[in-house]
């Protein structure tokens, strides 16, 4: 008896979740399980309130549960089926609605049949929601977590730096996608020796044929601060796995901060987008993150196309990335000694900003418009602003830092470009060009010029903390099928 009183209130409930498990299902190597809790129980909420709004107004239970399925399938799948038929999107909500409404008025004007509908609509629901939460349970249950502690994953154990007479916080700021001068002037026929020697005016000295090891954000940040390259993941998880939720973990709980604890560091991790976090930037709203797994759920509702549209995300994306640059000049006058990893997204893609920091639209909607030369452009005006963000930025640590700090600016990787106008050899080459400066006060020393971004630090705790870590072997993998799918490429 009581399962009959209950199952009504299931059926919408059911309808909600689907495009919610759904693409999580899709994403599941990507996200952590945890992003899934706060939209489900959004989903939850809404299907039940739904429900005990219509049994009130109807006072019949399955009725109740057939319109606010009806509902819920109206707001919820919208951008479904948008995304897939060729009409305007504002041409396809006319439709929407009509047929919305038609529906509505056929199920507020029956009277009967509601016992065969619900059947129906149950069967419906089972069918689409047990595959996705099936393949979720299974994939959950048979990928553990890593850790950086896991010995497995690095060849060599670093040993514990030395307490210094000195403790200069150290920051390791990560423009997302800056290329390297000579790229951009041979390719770009874009000038940056203007940021370069302001600088260099700073103090700042270069690594002027700088790559990265892998053609990944994620996986060459995760490098960069444990100090080595990921070849152990592939170890653990198999060389074809394309479960990369780990390389986040080693970012959030890395190599570098673990040794410089027992100095008395602090670890400071700040982004402007949720890319090095394995859930969610406590620090930013997820709804401000253009590819969140939050925002890519909701655009698939009605509010596509009001809230949750392209403009709209942008517009909250830009007061989050000049709201996380305002918090990192701040930290400098937070207690020391700090460990700071900060990363921002730009300039990389979405270009929503020209080179004085107005607000631009990138006109096109495809990956490859991104890299092509209408894409350069907009890349190079937003990496302009960003080099003058960052000069203000250096200004603030520097006036604030009690002892002069230690800064790294270090690009995870170079312009991820297409064909055209780029050979697929060309495409390589300049995906693992990025730019290194250093920051490095006390220290009579200059970067090797062919630094890989995997041996920075390893060159900074070297200089500063007494260590001898030996300078891996440089190397660069471009992406391949599998993420850890590794096969060095030639660098010229």
């Known amino acids: 008896m ?82 897939k038929i060729s009409l305007s999107q504002w041409w396809f909500f006319a439709l929407w609605v009509v047929l919305f409404a038609t529906g509505l008025v056929v199920l507020v004007r029956t009277t009967r049949g509601f016992r065969e509908l619900a059947l129906v609509l149950g069967v419906a629901a089972a069918v689409l929601v047990l595959p996705p939460l099936i393949r979720i349970a299974v994939y959950q249950a048979n990928h553990t977590e890593t850790s950086a502690s896991d010995p497995r994953l ?13 403790r200069p916080d150290i920051y390791v700021l990560i423009p997302d996608d800056y290329t390297r001068s000579d790229v951009l002037a041979r390719f770009f026929h874009y000038d940056d020796s203007w940021f370069t020697q302001a600088l260099a005016r700073r103090g700042f000295v270069f690594a002027k044929q700088s790559r990265s090891p892998y053609s990944d954000s994620e996986m060459n940040i995760a490098a960069a601060v444990n100090m080595d390259y990921l070849n152990g993941l592939g170890r653990i998880l198999g060389a074809k796995s394309q479960d990369v939720r780990a390389v986040r973990r080693l970012i959030a709980d890395n190599r570098a901060a673990r040794l410089l604890k027992p100095l008395g560091y602090r670890y400071v991790h700040l982004d402007t987008d949720e890319v090095t976090f394995p859930v969610t930037n406590p620090d930013v709203s997820t ?78 909607h495809t990956d490859e418009s991104l890299g092509s030369s209408v894409g350069m452009q907009y890349y190079v005006r937003q990496l302009r602003f960003l080099s003058h963000k960052l000069l203000d930025v250096m200004d603030a640590i520097l006036a604030a830092s009690k002892t002069p700090p230690v800064i790294v600016i270090q690009s995870d990787e170079g312009f991820q470009a297409s064909s055209p ?72």
């Open 287 to 364: 709804l401000s993150v253009p590819d969140s797994f939050a925002n890519l759920w909701l655009q698939k509702s009605v509010l596509r196309l009001a809230g949750f549209s392209d403009g709209a995300i942008h517009d909250r994306f830009r007061h989050a990335i000049r709201s996380q640059f305002s918090k990192l000049g701040d930290v400098a006058r937070e207690p020391g000694p700090k460990f700071v990893v900060f990363h921002t997204l730009l300039p990389h893609d979405p270009y929503i900003f020209g080179p004085q920091g107005e607000s631009v639209t990138f006109p096109y």
């Open 2 to 83: 009581q399962l009959r009183r209950i199952a009504p209130v299931a059926l919408p409930v059911v309808f909600a979740v689907f495009p919610l498990l759904s693409l999580f299902q899709q994403n599941e190597t990507d996200v952590e399980l945890g992003v899934l809790w706060w939209p489900l129980l959004v989903c939850v909420a809404v299907g039940a309130g739904l429900y005990g709004l219509f049994l009130l107004i109807f006072r019949e239970g399955l009725k109740a549960a057939a319109v606010a399925s009806l509902v819920v399938v109206g707001f919820f799948y919208f951008g479904i089926f948008a995304s």
């Open 421 to 492: 106008p780029f050979s697929e050899g060309a495409m390589q080459q300049v995906r693992v060009k990025g730019l290194i400066a250093l920051h490095l006060p006390g220290v009579n020393a200059h970067p090797p010029e062919k630094l890989n971004t995997v041996n920075t630090l390893r060159f900074v705790f070297n200089r500063y903390f007494g260590t001898h870590y030996p300078l891996l072997r440089s190397a660069s993998y471009p992406e391949q099928d599998f993420p850890y799918q590794f096969q060095e490429m030639r660098v010229r």
């Open 154 to 166: 690095w060849p060599d154990r670093l040993a514990t730096p030395t307490q210094p007479g000195a």
